[in-house]
């Protein structure tokens, strides 16, 4: 309402907890039965805190169940803007802090913004085209720019959260990547990105190996909580013939029959 000071409500949308401490919000969701880790700050310390869960709205500075909220009250004083920043992770509250430091250890959003801006002008300038119309260049760098949506890396400090085995596993001297709609990526997806990232695409496949090693079973459509199962067919098997036609061989091949 105009005139009111401002808040910020964090929600999880599953079980969770939330936790508050000075300027910082540290707790977890749930998501098909993974934990996400969250650490936020705000830049100044909430004037006060309330949480709300089923019994309804209260003083306390933490809480824990299901579907629960936080909500941190601001004065307006000389600016309404609240400066927010927050880390991720799928190990730990103190991982997560960890990955913001890593990621975002200041407040300047300009700063950010350049840095993000140079970081996705080099990897979209790997493709120079010549012709055609300004919409239609845009076209094309808009889905190329989605091109890089998956797989995901999910490495954290030399290490990564495996569904497949149920714990936090080392990574040793390769990323691990999951999240792979490979049902159709495997179509003209990952064959793009053999020509783009081959080192990355060696990592990629690798990760697949890892989750059949872990796991028991190559994964058909695996996602950060597991395999979908969502379509039939054996569609990584492509991938790997493609990627090991094209000289991409620094994966274990006997291991990938699995």
């Known amino acids: 309402n105009e005139g ?3 808040c910020i409500l964090l929600k999880t ?5 939330l936790i508050s401490a000075d ?3 540290k707790g977890y969701d749930t998501f098909n039965d993974v934990k996400v880790y969250l650490y936020l700050e705000f830049e100044r310390k909430p004037q006060n805190v309330k949480v709300r869960d089923r019994e309804g709205v209260s003083d306390n500075t933490s809480v824990k169940g299901n579907r629960i909220a936080l909500i941190a009250g601001f004065n307006n004083g000389s ?3 609240i400066k927010i920043r927050y880390g991720l992770s799928y190990i730990s509250t103190e991982q997560a802090g960890k990955n913001l430091q890593n990621d975002i250890s200041g407040w300047d959003l300009n700063e950010l913004s350049d840095k993000a801006r140079a970081k996705w002008n080099s990897v979209l300038s790997k493709i120079e085209i010549e ?6 260049r845009i ?12 797989m995901c890396d999910i490495t954290e400090d030399g290490q990564y959260f495996s569904t497949w085995s149920d714990k936090t596993e080392p990574s040793n001297d390769t990323a691990f990547y999951t999240d792979d709609w490979v049902w159709d990526t495997h179509l003209a997806l990952h064959p793009l990105q053999v020509i783009l990232n ?4 060696d990592e990629k496949i690798s990760s697949y190996i890892r989750m059949a090693r872990q796991s028991g079973w190559m994964p058909t459509f695996p996602t950060i909580s597991g395999d979908n199962h969502a379509m039939n067919g054996n ?3 492509a991938v790997f013939l493609d990627a090991w036609n094209k000289v991409i061989n620094n994966f274990n091949l006997e291991e990938a029959y699995f």
């Open 4 to 6: 009111s000071n401002p």
């Open 13 to 17: 949308t599953n079980q969770g907890e």
């Open 23 to 25: 300027n910082s919000i």
């Open 79 to 81: 600016t309404s803007e």
């Open 131 to 136: 012709g055609g119309s300004e919409n239609q």
């Open 139 to 150: 076209v094309f760098y808009t889905s190329l720019y989605r091109c890089f949506e998956r």
């Open 198 to 201: 081959p080192d990355k695409q």
């Open 235 to 237: 569609h990584s098997a």
